[in-house]
């Protein structure tokens, strides 16, 4: 048994990380129980840099260089997002540990940004539920 005391955050990103490779993590599983090679599963996506930008967007770089967008809708500001609805409280936006992060622990795990801004250029936040990694 591994055990090992981690601060919150680092552990929302492992979790936030292992559940969006879990089918991945499944197969190595049964790999090494079988005595065989896993596959390479990509790391964490670390968020290096990060600016506000006009109409709710922000501009992201991460640590391989990749870099894109995140538009937010006007939808996505309930819950625990309600309060970036300040557009002052939005542009207090930091890097935390290589997630986005703004006071009063409201964060986006980078991960599924990451996979959008790959593949899309830009990531879109509505209120949909999947869509929020926080």
């Given at each position: ?7 919150r955050r680092?552990?929302?990103l ?19 129980r079988?005595?065989q ?16 930008d006009a109409n709710?967007t922000?501009?992201v770089q ?5 870099s894109?967008?995140?538009?937010f809708?006007p939808?996505?500001?309930?819950g625990?997002?309600a ?17 986005v992060a ?6 986006l795990?980078?991960d599924?940004m990451?996979?959008?801004i790959r ?5 879109v936040?509505?209120g949909?539920?999947a869509?929020?990694?926080a």
């Amino acid at each position: 048994m591994l055990e090992a005391n981690l601060p919150r955050r680092a552990l929302e990103l492992v979790l936030d990380w292992a559940e969006l490779h879990q089918a991945a993590l499944l197969e190595n599983w049964r790999l090494c129980r079988g005595k065989q090679q896993p596959h390479r599963i990509d790391p964490l996506a670390d968020v290096t840099a990060v600016r506000p930008d006009a109409n709710w967007t922000l501009s992201v770089q991460f640590a391989d260089g990749l870099s894109g967008r995140i538009r937010f809708q006007p939808d996505f500001f309930t819950g625990v997002f309600a309060p970036l609805q300040d557009h002052e409280r939005f542009a207090q936006v930091f890097v935390d540990r290589g997630a986005v992060a703004w006071p009063g622990n409201i964060d986006l795990a980078p991960d599924a940004m990451y996979a959008d801004i790959r593949r899309l250029g830009e990531q879109v936040l509505t209120g949909q539920p999947a869509d929020a990694l926080a």
